[in-house]
């Protein structure tokens, strides 16, 4: 560092003259000391003062020291006048870094502005986000609907069904086991399809207690068969006549259960099937509206409640041998000791 401001001194002439302007006051302490130690012994006083002051001042810088060249750089740099009111000691005073509020504050104007960025640092300014408000309440909860259908858990076993050959007949016997105790059961349905109603003792059903619960389902139907045997005979459903399975062509269901299910029968005629039901705590009631070639007419009654019956649904639309009457498959799911059951009524009508 000495040899830099060494050099600063040479190479400025401004630091020169100011140099020997101090050598050249008597009572300089700096002038009395070079003179007594550099150009007294010289006896060059008057040669001293003869001499342009540039010229002298680097004459005693060549000769001097290193050390010297400090303390003439030292006294030779420009001193603050005692006048002055500025303290350099003192930081320059700078105004407090902004930093972003932990909280978001409203802005005075309904416009917001971004705030300036600070020399030296990012132009993407920290904006405090705020979360947008839900357009629904957070712990909402989800509205509550009816199911549509009630699809059972087990289903009764379908063991024989078809209409007499005249059609004006129709018979259907169908077996379960109960869930809970084992026992089976089975039921029969001779029912006259134009008048919709069972014959006489046409409709019938197997009761049975625990002690029978290792009886095989067949047994149960044995039972139900012999007991209409001679009923059967005159009906002439010994044995019966399949008939034709309508597919079905369109379904649409309601939240209150009522059912709308069209088919299309053998001379191309749409024949439309309307069901709707009741529900209360332990049983149900339903109606069936048929409408073909503009006739309209009801089956079964919503006055007439069935209990330990929780849903009707339409399954099986099936037309008679002769073309002329048609029975109605319905669905209808029980309560049992594990899970629903479904089992069977049959609805009948002539065209």
């Known amino acids: 560092m000495t ?15 100011q140099a020997a302007y101090l050598l050249s006051i008597p009572n300089s302490s700096v002038g009395l000391f070079l003179r007594k130690r550099y150009i007294e012994p010289t006896a060059c006083v008057s040669c001293f003062f003869n001499t342009p002051m ?20 030292t006294a030779c740099s420009q001193s603050t006048s005692p006048n002055s009111t500025t303290d350099d000691s003192s930081p320059i005073a700078t105004q407090p870094e902004a930093f972003p ?20 640092q990012s132009k993407r300014s920290i904006v405090p986000s705020v979360a947008p408000s839900p357009q629904a309440p957070i712990a909402a909860k989800p509205t509550k609907t009816l199911p549509l259908e009630r699809t ?23 077996s379960s086991r109960d869930t809970g105790a084992g026992v089976p059961k089975s039921m029969l349905q001779l029912v ?13 059903e197997t009761r049975y207690s625990e002690k029978e619960a290792e009886m095989k389902t067949a047994e149960a139907e044995t039972d139900l068969l012999k007991q209409t045997w001679k009923t059967r005979q005159d009906l002439n459903l010994t ?15 309601a939240v209150d259960g ?59 639309v099936t037309l008679s041998p002769d073309g002329k009457r048609v029975a109605v498959l319905i669905t209808t799911t029980k309560p049992t000791f594990e899970g629903t059951l479904g089992t069977t009524i049959v609805q009948g009508f002539a065209l």
């Open 3 to 17: 040899l830099f401001l060494y050099s600063h001194l040479v190479r400025t002439p401004e630091s020169l003259h």
């Open 54 to 73: 540039w010229q002298l001042s680097q004459t005693i810088l060549r000769s001097a020291p290193l050390a010297l060249a400090v303390v003439l750089f």
């Open 101 to 120: 509020s932990p909280t978001p504050s409203i802005a005075p104007s309904g416009r917001n502005t971004p705030a300036p960025s600070a020399a030296g």
């Open 152 to 174: 059972p858990t087990f289903r009764a076993t379908p063991r024989m069904a078809g209409f007499s050959p005249d059609g004006n007949y129709f018979i259907y016997l169908e």
């Open 192 to 204: 006259d399809v134009a008048s919709n109603r069972c014959v006489e003792n046409g409709c019938i």
């Open 239 to 253: 044995p019966p006549v399949a008939g034709t399975e309508i597919p079905i062509l369109s379904r649409s269901r």
């Open 258 to 316: 009522s059912e709308t299910v069209t088919v299309r029968l053998q001379n191309n005629q749409p024949l439309t099937l309307h069901l709707q039901q009741k529900r209360r705590a332990d049983k149900a009631s339903m109606q069936l509206g048929v409408t073909y070639d503009g006739q309209q007419r009801s089956l079964d009654s919503l006055n007439n409640f069935r209990d330990n019956v929780l849903d009707y649904s339409i399954r099986q």
